[in-house]
Antibody, heavy 121, light 113 residues
């Protein structure tokens, strides 16, 4: 079974940093693009970032560009999201998601349960 | 950015009746070189992550009941639930993955009448 397990969420002050991780199992990690999507509780979904299967292509939402960095480590089967200069509006549940294929331009097929990030003083 | 809109915002349907959700993109999401619409539909129930229902606008994901169907091309798409069941109460989102940022629609809440 495909499993995606996010970790690293928590409470951080505005301007602070946090690193989210997603540990995957049940599939060949290096064969799938991976994404981060966030959701303010009770609100809609917001796409955050995507990385291709080989890590060569990365894309970001304008709202996080320059502050967030997506990366992957195939030796550890992990997807990371380094979040710097955090703002109150970054408060959300962050989902790790698996794409159908290697390209960034691929449908999202599987989602983790999410990790909650709260930015507040 | 491609803006995704959905209608209605919410709808109430009787058990066994048909539910229809519309999704419109501000630009075409049809990729001419492979004739695929880069449009997916997701279902999200309270307290759960989203679940992929339909991709490439009309391909049903494995394990999704055949009462769910997707149609449309270019900029106008529809998700239909042919006979609403109790477990279909949820919020439904469309998403385009044709052009970054890969935007979602605002969601449509489906409930019982």
């Amino acid at each position: 079974d495909v499993q995606l397990l996010e970790s690293g969420g928590g409470l951080v002050q505005p301007g602070g940093s946090l690193r989210l991780s997603c540990t995957v199992s049940g599939f060949t990690f290096s064969s799938h693009a991976m994404s981060w999507v966030r959701q303010v509780p009770g609100k809609g979904l917001e796409w955050v970032s995507v990385i291709s299967a080989n890590g060569g292509d990365t894309y970001y939402a304008d709202s996080v560009k320059g502050r967030f960095t997506i990366s992957r480590d195939s030796s550890k089967n992990t997807l990371d999201l380094q979040m710097n200069s955090l703002r109150a509006e970054d408060t959300a549940l962050y989902y790790c998601a698996r794409g159908v294929s290697t390209s960034c331009y691929t449908p999202i097929e599987n989602w983790g349960q999410g990790t909650l990030v709260t930015v507040s003083s | 950015d491609i803006v995704m809109t959905q209608s209605p915002d919410s709808l109430a349907v009787s058990l066994g009746e048909r539910a229809t959700i519309n999704c419109k993109s501000s630009r075409s999401v049809l990729y001419s070189s492979n004739n695929k619409n880069y449009l997916a539909w997701f279902q999200q129930k309270p307290g759960q992550p989203p679940r992929l229902l339909i991709y490439w606008a009309s391909t049903r994901e494995s394990g999704v009941p055949d009462r769910f169907s997707g149609s449309g091309s270019g900029t106008d798409f529809t998700l239909s639930i042919s006979s609403l069941q109790a477990e279909d109460v949820a919020v439904y989102y469309c998403q385009q993955h044709y052009s970054v940022p890969f935007t979602f629609g605002p969601g449509t809440r489906v409930d019982f009448k």
